[in-house]
């Protein structure tokens, strides 16, 4: 059963200056698995990512590097942020670049609607600058400095000191949004999630809202602003508009129509952009404000915040050429709380990829399959009329693919992959308790061994389905294994804890452990 409405959804736009490491990945593979389950559970779904290329950090960069700035994003995305999808098999369905001609067309259209409105005006401006941030800090992001930064005023962020820029700035009437805004978070309490995050943005709104400068002077590296061109837009504006861009807006109204209003996962560090400046924006413009924001906490290594700059940013192959993509995307979707912060570790990584993937998943999958090769030629066999335990199987999959599905839907892979994870448990069990090897000496007990193996490959086969937005790769090779009918991935999803879909009669194959041992060095 689908859900009949669109289901379109978004990472950040990532800067392409900052090279990836494992909290881009955490971001990116927890979006393409809430989309693969939507897309498989037959919803309407589109699953966008992409780069924000404009800024005054990026034309630093560039100049640092002895080229454009154009050049300097086209060599940092092909060599760096494509790849990223590869490596942890990310499946979007557009990549949008802020440098694209289709998305600076839209945004000058947007900005223009709203300067016609009224919504946008010009003044001076004179407040402290983080360039990493892109953004003019409040008071709360501002510390003194200590050490070779002592007496200047950094950011709180990026522990650098800021700057003190002065310039005539094209300014958006945030102020004006205020009680609409507010209105917004009462009227939908479930419009930026979690909790935390929501009451974080209501005590922010809540203490007054000045209005946004929306437009820089002092370079020129960004999209002109349409009725004065000796101004750029400001990069935030540039980068929020592409959600609604790279859906057609101001060109194709009929796509836009079907996808817009989109679901927005982001890190916490910018969940005031997206939760206030971006539906205000919305609002001027007549439009329908996302359906959603969801914040995620940070990655934390060593107990910091995942950083490049501060030398504890762990690029995802040193992951994924150890362990491969799905236990990558297995780990950081399970291990760590969706929306709360989580702290990595090798140690831990190594220890849930052995416990949970190589012992639990992967050797059920293993000994199943070989034993229905062993005793039954390789052919999956007719079950006999189920007993309790049999049927307590059944439940268990029922159950864990209902409760999968909800999670899924409330944002929460993490509470998904531990409901799906009762089954492994279950049928571990149900294995050790049966004892097939044991009821396989004794012709009497043919029967039995039919029915415990066949409820083991139909358990599998569940797992296989349900697993398949988590871990790709290994569930369709088990599919294949399996010998099962279709495409994995066009398996009914919401339909996956129907007992009874695995034919009785279908040949397995081999099947070679799914996560083989990792020799861990000294």
Known sequence: MTSGGSFYITTPIYYPSDLPHIGHGYTSVAVDTLARWHRQAGDDTWMLTGTDEHGQKMLRAATANGVTPQEWVDKLVEESWFPLLKTLDVANDDFIRTTQPRHEERVKKFVQALYDSGYIYAGEYEALYCVGCEEFKPEAEIVDGTGPFEGLKVCAIHSKPLELLQEKNYFFKLSEFQDRLLELYRSRPDFVRPDSARNEVVS?????????????????????????????????????????????????????????????????????????????????????????????????????????????????????????????????????????????????????????????????????????????????????????????????????????????????????????????????????????????????????????????????????????????????????????PGELTAQPLREAGTWGQLPAGTRVGTLAPLFPRVEQSA
Request: aromatic share 12%; glycine share 8%; no cysteine.
């Open 204 to 484: 922010f709104v809540r203490s007054g809202l000045k209005d946004l400068s929306i437009s820089r002077s002092a370079f020129d590296w960004g999209i002109r602003v349409p009725w004065d061109e000796s101004h750029v837009i400001y990069v935030w504006v540039d980068a929020l508009l592409n959600y609604a861009t790279a859906v057609g807006y101001g060109d194709d109204p009929a796509e836009f129509e079907r996808r817009w209003p989109a679901y927005h996962v982001v890190g916490k560090d910018i969940l005031r952009f997206h939760a206030v400046i971006w539906p205000a924006m919305l609002m001027a413009a007549g439009l329908e404000v996302p359906k959603g924001i969801f914040a995620h906490g940070w990655l934390l290594v060593g107990g910091e915040k995942m950083s490049k700059s501060k030398l504890t940013g762990i690029a995802p192959t040193e992951i994924t050429d150890v362990f491969g993509s799905d236990a990558y995307r297995f780990y950081f979707l399970s291990a760590i709380a969706f929306g709360q912060d989580g702290s990595f570790s090798w140690e831990d990584l190594s220890a849930r990829y052995q416990a949970e993937l190589a012992n639990g998943f992967g050797n059920l999958a293993s000994r199943t399959i070989a034993m229905i090769g062993r005793y039954f030629d390789g052919v999956v066999p007719t079950p006999g009329e189920p007993t309790e335990l049999d049927l307590r199987v059944q439940r268990t999959v029922a159950d864990a693919a209902t409760a999968a599905d909800a999670a899924m839907t409330a944002f929460r892979p993490d509470e998904a992959i531990s409901a799906i994870w009762t089954i492994v448990d279950e049928l571990n069990g149900y294995i050790t308790e049966n004892e097939p090897w044991a009821l396989a000496k004794d012709d009497a007990n043919r029967e039995r061994l039919s029915t415990v193996l066949y409820t083991a490959a139909e358990g599998l086969r569940a797992l296989a389905v349900l697993l398949s937005p988590v871990m790709p790769q290994s569930t369709a090779t088990l599919w294949g294994a399996l010998g099962a």
